[in-house]
């Protein structure tokens, strides 16, 4: 995977985890952590974090049951990231997420 959202490879992935922390000041932040592949050529993924901060919007609608069924064979469809908004079309759902800054860190 590219070192930038913008470039990422999203196809495949999987979804390990979404996390929310509001605080008490108005400002949340919303870590997203995710397994991509490199491109689609690699042979396995790489785990990566996306941490959102300054979040002003967080919508999400997930199967769960969907998206255990696929995590296996990557429950990810697609990402986008576009002005301050990132959206993750999964397998039976989606995550969107609006925030001030994106950072894309491996883990």
């Known amino acids: 995977m590219s070192e930038t959202l913008e470039n ?14 509001p605080d008490v000041d108005g400002s949340a ?10 491109d689609e050529q690699a042979p396995d993924r790489t785990p990566w974090t996306v941490t959102c901060s300054g979040v002003s919007r ?3 609608s997930v199967d769960l049951v ?12 697609d990402g986008e990231l576009r ?5 993750l079309r999964l397998t039976g759902g989606i995550v ?12």
């Open 8 to 21: 990422a490879y999203w196809h495949d992935g999987q979804l390990r985890r979404v996390s929310l922390e």
């Open 29 to 38: 932040l919303v870590v997203v952590s995710l397994a991509l592949y490199k």
């Open 58 to 60: 967080l919508v999400t």
């Open 66 to 77: 969907e998206l255990r069924d696929n995590a296996r064979a990557g429950n990810v469809i």
């Open 83 to 87: 002005g301050d908004g990132l959206w």
């Open 96 to 107: 969107e997420v609006h925030a001030r800054e994106f950072l894309l860190d491996a883990r």
